[in-house]
């Protein structure tokens, strides 16, 4: 008997190397002998350097970066020597969970410090760069980290703009001469699964603003700012990727990256499996488990579960998902490769109660699981 588990992280609570490390406890208890594949996996939001070096034995690296508004942060990224990658996730440099909701400002946060994470990166030899770009603070369309890398954004008076996304209004030229030359050598790779344009009523400042403190009025503003730079860029770059798909993620990030960094775009879960090598980990398997804090018909959207199942799917292998809750439309994902899904909860409690004791429910939902599996094939 081999089984892979490939879950995500549980919010608040385990890791993915906690979750899986808790289900293998539970699945030995009932199968000693079962050769149990641990595999660790992320969408591309939270958690993804951690799965990754959890599953390819990289290293955690800490620089000194600027927050969303300027705060000195110590940011942490990934790195894979042996083939010179980095993982640069943008929350830890530029994050929406480092600002209180009364700091929460659209109009003024920036991606600067992604920047700097992007240079210590260059500064270690990567060739190739991962970006993470979930939970972001900011809708400056990544012009903040541009500005780390050595662009310069300037008004009608020559003079370098403010940081933030409504300072682009004022944008009268882009100066790339100084713009870090090594970015060229680098192969650009964003995680996300968002395919919003820059701009207009599903752009990036009218879907994300709101949630990151932009009142109706400054989310027009915005719009309209971003509108402007992207023109100003097609200009200097002889392209326009404002309508490119995911050009709207992170607040505008993935125009930056895809306009001036020329990175490719691919869901962040696949990222992640290419990384850990699940499909070769499948190979042969009788059973993948899987699971995230929320099974519901969101997971359909990108995220891991829906991800493992795809590439699952591929080898006839089913796939099964421990959640800590299902939500409304879960069953639509057993259409996509999910054999069947189960709630961790074992009678009334609470989220905190449930959060603290999720290794333990999941060992026990784990064993529960492995005996029926047991007796259906006999």
Known sequence: MKIVIAPDSFKDSLS???????????????????????????????????AVLAACGGQWMTTDVSGPLGQPVQAQWGWLADSRTAIIEMAMASGLQMLTLAQRDATVTTT??????????LDAGAQRVILAIGGSATNDAGSGMLSALGARFLD??????????????????????SLDARLKEVRFEVAADVNNPLCGT?????????????????????DAALGHFAEQSARVLGKDDSEQPGSGAAGGMGFAASAYLNATF???????????????????????ITGEGRFDAQTLHGKTPFGVAKIAQRQRVPVIVL?????DGYADLYEHGISAAFALSSGPMTLEQACANAATLLHDRARDLARVWRLAAR
């Open 16 to 50: 993915a190397q906690g979750v899986a490390q808790a289900v293998a406890i539970g699945l030995r208890e009932v199968w000693p002998d079962a050769r149990l594949i641990e595999c660790p996996m992320a969408d591309g939001g939270e958690g993804t350097i951690e």
């Open 112 to 121: 600067y410090g992604t920047g700097q994470l992007i240079t210590a990166a």
């Open 156 to 177: 009608d008076d020559d003079q370098l703009l403010e940081p933030g996304g409504l300072a682009l209004s004022k944008v009268a030229r882009i100066d790339l001469g």
């Open 202 to 222: 599903n752009g990036a400042s009218h879907v994300f603003g709101p949630q990151k403190g932009a009142s109706p009025e400054q989310v027009l503003a915005l």
């Open 266 to 288: 691919r869901p962040g879960v696949e990222v992640v499996a290419d990384l850990t090598g699940l499909a070769q980990a499948l190979e042969g398997a009788n059973l993948v």
């Open 323 to 327: 959640a800590g809750t299902l939500g």
